[in-house]
């Protein structure tokens, strides 16, 4: 498919989503979509104005795909990094995560390729609690730094709340409505990072 022809598809699904059968069937492919592996679900915080319900979703690449284009919507820049690389540019400050990316390719930064192969092969599963909303309940902090506070912290709202001593939090810097620095705190799960 052309770029231009592929540029009008963008356009097409990006008014309505439906329209994405309809490209597939255009373009002649399928989609891969038993490839793909349902990682997390982040729910926005109520306090903020622009709230979303996104859902993270794992897959492996099998060939170069150089051809990719940012279509200048949801996608701006494009560059091939791996979990740690990019974990190290957000600490450099070379780009910019929201805290559900940040904690995903921390995440994801703990696994070898052999752990993601086998997600994807479904020999490995996400257990139930890797998949509960991850709701952030945030609390300012007296150095200015915010804490948000997630599902198994002991501050945690009661339903989801962990036990006395447990924490399981991001403690972050925001300025000018971007997170300059974050760090996972997880007293639980030794990969946790005492990065910040």
């Known amino acids: 498919m052309s770029s231009a022809n592929l540029q009008t598809w ?10 994405f059968i309809e490209f597939c069937k255009a373009a002649g492919i399928r989609p891969d979509v038993q490839g793909l592996i349902h990682w997390s679900n982040w729910i926005t915080p109520p306090v903020e104005v622009s709230r979303f319900d996104t859902h993270f979703f794992l ?3 099998n060939e170069s795909h150089s051809d990719t284009q940012c279509d200048g919507i949801e996608t701006l820049e494009l560059e091939w990094l791996t979990p740690q690389q990019a974990v190290d540019a957000f600490e450099r400050g070379g780009i910019s995560f929201f805290p559900p990316q940040y904690y995903t390719l921390l995440e994801l930064s703990q696994l070898e390729l052999s752990d993601l192969k086998e997600y994807v092969r479904g020999t490995r599963t996400r257990s139930p609690a890797h998949l509960v909303p991850m709701l952030p309940e945030p609390k300012k902090l007296a150095d200015g730094k915010l804490a948000l506070i997630l599902p198994g912290d002991e501050e945690y709202s009661p339903t989801l709340r962990g036990p006395k001593g447990r924490q399981h939090r991001l403690i972050a810097r925001k ?12 007293t639980v799960d030794p990969r946790s990072s005492s990065r910040l």
């Open 10 to 19: 963008r356009k097409k699904v990006h008014s309505d989503p439906k329209l």
């Open 175 to 186: 300025e000018k409505g971007t997170f300059t620095e974050m760090r996972l705190v997880d």
């Open 59 to 61: 897959t492996l690449l």
